[in-house]
């Protein structure tokens, strides 16, 4: 792959990735299709990145189909489609990883801790391997995006991150392979997720600037659903990450959400209405 990517350099391509661990949805395709306007060459890889999974997480259960995944692909424009394996791009005596001094230490990396060193840690091995110009990753995971950022910039790679929107299902759900987990009787859970990020805009829109209401009323409605454990509720700095106590400009609001076992999460900028 290192090998193709230098040649197609040398002729002068714009080389574009999309990293995934498979089991493709349309907001994969649609950050593909992202890429592909922006390149000559779409690569894109499939890989179930163990060292982001903790241990009592479902790597072993994470959902795989290369097959329609690689049919997907194809009908999306990829060119390159990278499916390395485990023991490639971690061989007999693997030891190094990129770490992040705070931008972990809030949201998903509170409950997953060593997540985002071995997301940091895969991306950068796959930027180093397939050697893209750009790269496209999805708002969803707003702070993957942000630690893919910082890592870009603090370690000098030479990349352009791009952020597509989250895609959703018509009822609002955010896509994920992890849907495929949901029970039908779950769903009416798994949309409140939406529906609080919906219901906190339009407090904010009404007013309401005190973090701590809108929390308490999102938690409520997540909470009168069957089925559901809050991993977290926050509105926080969207640079930093750092909560905020009142919201006197766009701020992040982002949570995650167990519904029966299947972990799902989402996010939105809330933004006040500043023109007085
Ligand atoms: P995965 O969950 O497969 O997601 C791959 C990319 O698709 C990520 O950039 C993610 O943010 C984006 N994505 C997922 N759901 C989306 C949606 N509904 N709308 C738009 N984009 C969406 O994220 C990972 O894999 C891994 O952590 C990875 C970056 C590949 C490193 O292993």
């Known amino acids: 792959m290192q090998a193709l990517s230098t040649e197609m350099r040398l002729q002068g391509k714009i080389l574009s990735l999309v990293p995934t661990m498979g089991f493709l949805h349309e907001g994969h395709l649609s950050l593909m299709h992202r890429a592909k306007a922006a390149s000559d060459i779409l690569i894109t890889s499939i890989f179930v990145n163990p060292t982001q999974f903790g241990p009592n997480e479902d790597f072993g259960a994470y959902p795989r189909n290369l ?22 791009l971690y061989g007999d005596g693997y030891q190094t990883y990129i770490s992040l001094e705070s931008l972990p230490n809030h949201l998903c990396g509170l409950s997953r801790p060593g997540h985002f060193r071995g997301v940091a840690t895969v991306v950068a091995k796959l930027f180093h391997i397939t050697q893209p110009h750009i790269a496209v990753f999805g708002q969803k995971d707003y702070q993957q995006v942000l630690i893919i950022r910082r890592m870009v910039q603090d370690l000098d790679m030479n990349v352009d991150i791009i952020a597509g929107p989250t895609i959703r299902e ?27 990020l919906l219901m906190s805009q339009k407090m904010v829109d009404s007013g309401v600037v005190d973090v ?14 069957d089925d559901t454990v809050i991993d977290y509720v926050s509105i926080c700095h969207s640079e930093t990450l750092e909560p905020l106590e009142t919201i006197d400009g766009p701020a992040l609001m982002a949570l995650a959400v167990r519904v029966g076992k299947t972990r799902l999460i989402d996010n939105t900028i809330l933004k006040p209405d500043l023109t007085e």
Do not use: M, W
């Open 212 to 225: 701590k209401l809108i929390v308490k009323a999102a938690c409520l409605l997540i909470q009168s659903f």
């Open 67 to 88: 097959e329609r995944d690689s049919a997907l692909c194809q009908s999306a424009g990829v060119d390159i489609l990278f499916t390395p394996e485990a023991s490639d």
């Open 170 to 196: 018509p009822d609002g759900l955010a896509k994920s392979s992890r849907n495929a987990y949901l029970t039908d009787a779950q769903r009416p859970a798994a949309r409140s997720l939406h529906q609080s």
